[in-house]
T-cell receptor, first 114, second 115 residues
């Protein structure tokens, strides 16, 4: 079974802090994704990565950056956290290629910025 | 641009009732894939089904069934004889070849099944 693990289920940070959300997958997947989930808006893609050291902007990248130094790990970084970044963050992964395989999701990190 | 609309934000039913969750999509691609995911209170999204645009056959899996109609750009999900454990948020999503497995999600429908 694919396992996508997010480092924290709940996180509370202060405005202006630099925040790191970590995601690790154990199935050697090439593609990894970061979403944020807000009520009524569904999941919106922040960034994704096709391979190590590669990244692409999603629909809402402003205020975020990512890092993929190893294949299994994809980090989301809030450079200077703001209250409007309070949200649920979900990481996902799929095998490489254009095969439209289902994404496998982590349990999510509920982030509060005070 | 792709878009997925789930017009029902919340549905409440009593156990054993049948319930249908609506999903309407927009895309200019001729080849695409549609997905349904379930998000229970624990938070993790659980994959339920994938359907490609060339396969309009309806699918049934136990109490779950899906009705894909290309003519109306809809991919509706029906739960028969609902149970309390079906309470969750359900998401419909769309992806297109060449998009690197990127998904466009609908806003989700929260289903509450009362005993």
């Amino acid at each position: 079974d694919v396992k996508v693990t997010q480092s924290s289920r709940y996180l509370v940070k202060r405005t202006g802090e630099k925040v790191f959300l970590e995601c690790v997958q154990d199935m050697d997947h090439e593609n990894m994704f970061w979403y944020r989930q807000d009520p009524g808006l569904g999941l919106r893609l922040i960034y994704f990565s096709y391979d190590v050291k590669m990244k692409e902007k999603g629909d809402i990248p402003e205020g975020y950056s990512v890092s993929r130094e190893k294949k299994e790990r994809f980090s989301l970084i809030l450079e200077s956290a703001s209250t409007n970044q309070t949200s649920m963050y979900l990481c996902a992964s799929t095998p490489g290629g254009q095969n439209n395989q289902p994404q496998h999701f982590g349990d999510g990190t509920r982030l509060s910025i005070l | 641009a792709q878009k997925v609309t789930q017009a029902q934000t919340e549905i409440s039913v009593v156990e054993k009732e049948d319930v249908t969750l609506d999903c309407v999509y927009e895309t200019r691609d001729t080849t695409y894939y549609l997905f349904w995911y379930k998000q229970p209170p624990s938070g993790e999204l659980v994959f339920l089904i994938r359907r490609n645009s060339f396969d309009e056959q309806n699918e049934i899996s136990g109490r779950y069934s899906w009705n894909f109609q290309k003519s109306t750009s809809s991919f509706n999900f029906t739960i028969t004889a609902s149970q309390v454990v079906d309470s969750a948020v359900y998401f419909c999503a769309l992806s297109a070849p060449g998009a690197g497995n990127m998904l466009t999600f609908g806003g989700g429908t929260r289903l509450m099944v009362k005993p």
